[in-house]
């Protein structure tokens, strides 16, 4: 089982930027994905940004151009720019083995208008 610890996230006006982290530990075993994901109230659970361990990503199209996600063997990392209200969410990290996934508890990032 994996665990996962997020750090960042916070409040911060549209047109700012955020980070968010992510560190594994755990039986961590490869192939692997690690990226995030956000729920908004009312809304369902929507990925953001995945990366495989052997470098490829996927992002949302609500956020290409605006955030970047990086990783290395045990953590990932989103740099989000240029926010708008609408990213405003819970953020939770993901790490996705064989189809099975583990969450870590979710950080609030709210965008101010």
């Known amino acids: 089982q994996v665990q996962l610890v997020e750090s960042g996230g916070g409040l911060v006006q549209a047109g700012g930027s955020l980070s968010l982290s992510c560190a594994a530990s755990g039986r961590i075993f490869s192939p692997n994905t690690m990226g995030w994901y956000r729920q908004a109230p009312g809304k369902q659970r929507e990925l953001v940004a995945v990366?495989?361990?052997?470098?490829d990503t996927n992002y949302a199209d609500s956020v290409k151009g605006r955030f970047t996600i990086s990783r290395d063997s045990a953590s990932v990392y989103l740099q989000m720019n240029s926010l708008k209200p609408e990213d405003t969410a819970v953020y939770y990290c993901?790490?996705?083995?064989?189809?099975?996934?583990?969450w870590g508890r979710g950080t609030q990032v709210t965008v101010s208008s």
């Open positions: 993901a790490f996705q083995w064989r189809g099975i996934s583990s």
């Open positions: 990366a495989s361990n052997g470098g």
